[in-house]
C-alpha cells in the first residue's frame, strides 16, 4: 500500500514542486545523489574508482517532452562522456553512463523512437571515444518494446551497449534468453515500476523468484550479466552460481545503487568482484528519490525526520 502510493507520488507534479522546493530535503538528497552539477559527479566517481569500484553515472530526468530538452539531455551526456576521459575516468569502461530512453526523446509525442535512437547513438559514439559504454535504462512496462528494439537496432554499431531486465515483469525470463548471447551486456534488476495484474508479479516473492530464474538464465550463457539488486539472499545466489560455473570475475559485475549497502559494496570488491555503482546526478532527482523511498521504509524515516529537523 505504501508502496503504491509513493509510487503514485512519484508522478504528481504537486507533491514534486513542494518536496524540490524544501531545502531541508538536501540532505537526504545527497545520500542517493552525487550533486546537482556534473563537476559533483566526476569527484564522486574519482572517489569511487579509487575504493575499487566502478560507475555508471545517470543524468537524472525522464518523461522529455520537448524535442529540444531531449537534445540537451543528449549533449549533457555528450559533454560528461568527454569529462570523465579528460580525466582518466572512464578507460577500460571503469566509469561509463547509464540514460533513460524517455529523458533522451522516446515519449515524444512525434517520431519518439527514432529520436532515442539518434540520441542514444551519439551518447554511444562518445562513450567509445572515451573508452566506455553505454546501458540503457528500462522504464515502465508501457516503454519495454521500444526500448528493446531501440537497442536491438542500435547494437548493430554498438555491440556492447548494455540493457536492462526487470524481473517483475512476466516476460523477463523469455527476454533474458533471448539476449543471452555473447558479448551481451544485460543488467537485470526488480524494477522500480508497477505493472497491471497479467503484465507484472504484485507478489515480492514472485519477483524474487523470477530474479533468480532470470539470474540463472543469464549466468548460464555466454553474455555478461550485470546483476542489480541490494539483496543478500540474491547476491549469495549470483556468487554460488557464478562458482558453480566456472565464470571468472571479470565475465560478469554486480551493481549496487550509490549510498545503499555501501559496506556490501566495499566487502564484495574486496573479495575480488567487480562492483559497479550506480550514480545519479542533476536537478531532477525527484522521481528517482521517491523511487528510493518506496523501495525501503528505513529510507523514508530517514527522509522525514530530515524533513521535521530544524538542522
Ligand atoms: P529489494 O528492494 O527487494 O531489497 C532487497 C533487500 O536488499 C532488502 O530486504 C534489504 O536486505 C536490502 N536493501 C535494500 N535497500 C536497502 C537499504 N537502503 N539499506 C540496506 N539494505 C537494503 N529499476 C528499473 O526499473 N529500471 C532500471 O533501469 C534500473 N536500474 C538499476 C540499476 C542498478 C545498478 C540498481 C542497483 C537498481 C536499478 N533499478 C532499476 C532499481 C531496481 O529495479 C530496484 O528497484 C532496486 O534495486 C531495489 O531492489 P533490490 O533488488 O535491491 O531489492
Known amino acids: 500500500m505504501l508502496r503504491q502510493a509513493l509510487l503514485a507520488l512519484s508522478a504528481s507534479n504537486r507533491a514534486r514542486d513542494l518536496i524540490m522546493a524544501n531545502p531541508l530535503t538536501r540532505d537526504v538528497v545527497q545520500r542517493f545523489v552525487a550533486g546537482e552539477a556534473a563537476d559533483d559527479a566526476l569527484a564522486v566517481t574519482r572517489r569511487l574508482l579509487d575504493d575499487g569500484l ?158 533468480a530464474r532470470c539470474l540463472r538464465v543469464l549466468m548460464d550463457g555466454p553474455g555478461y550479466p550485470m546483476l542489480a539488486t541490494h539483496d543478500p539472499r540474491l547476491i549469495a545466489i549470483a556468487a554460488s552460481k557464478a562458482q558453480l560455473n566456472g565464470r571468472s570475475a571479470d565475465s560478469f559485475e554486480y551493481q549496487l545503487l550509490y549510498g545503499i549497502r555501501p559496506a556490501e559494496q566495499s566487502r564484495l570488491a574486496a573479495g575480488g568482484a567487480q562492483v559497479r555503482v550506480y550514480l545519479p546526478y542533476g536537478d531532477d532527482w525527484y522521481g528517482y528519490l521517491v523511487r528510493r523511498l518506496a523501495e525501503r521504509p528505513a529510507n523514508l524515516v530517514f527522509f522525514l525526520r530530515a524533513l521535521a529537523s530544524r538542522r
Not at 576521459?85 to 566509469?95: I, N, Q
Not at 539518434?118 to 515502465?140: F, H, L, S, W
Not at 528493446?148 to 533474458?176: H, K, M, N, W
Not at 551481451?184 to 503484465?199: D, N, T
Open 54 to 211: 566502478l560507475v555508471s553515472i545517470d543524468f537524472l530526468g525522464e518523461d522529455t517532452i520537448e524535442p529540444e530538452h531531449a537534445t540537451a539531455v543528449t549533449e549533457e551526456y555528450v559533454r560528461l562522456l568527454g569529462e570523465l576521459s579528460a580525466a582518466g575516468l572512464s578507460g577500460g569502461g571503469r566509469a561509463e553512463v547509464s540514460v533513460k530512453p524517455t529523458a533522451v526523446g522516446l515519449g515524444l509525442a512525434e517520431h519518439g523512437e527514432k529520436t532515442a535512437t539518434e540520441n542514444i547513438a551519439r551518447i554511444a559514439t562518445a562513450a567509445r571515444n572515451a573508452g566506455t559504454t553505454v546501458t540503457v535504462d528500462m522504464e515502465d512496462h508501457t516503454r519495454v518494446d521500444a526500448t528493446l528494439r531501440v537497442v536491438t537496432e542500435l547494437r548493430a554499431d554498438f555491440p556492447d551497449l548494455g540493457c536492462v531486465i526487470q524481473s517483475y515483469l512476466r516476460r523477463s525470463a523469455d527476454d533474458c534468453a533471448s539476449l543471452a548471447m555473447a558479448g551481451s551486456r544485460v543488467r537485470l534488476c526488480k524494477g522500480a515500476y508497477q505493472a497491471p495484474e497479467g503484465v507484472g508479479l504484485a507478489v515480492k516473492a514472485e519477483v524474487d523468484q523470477s530474479y
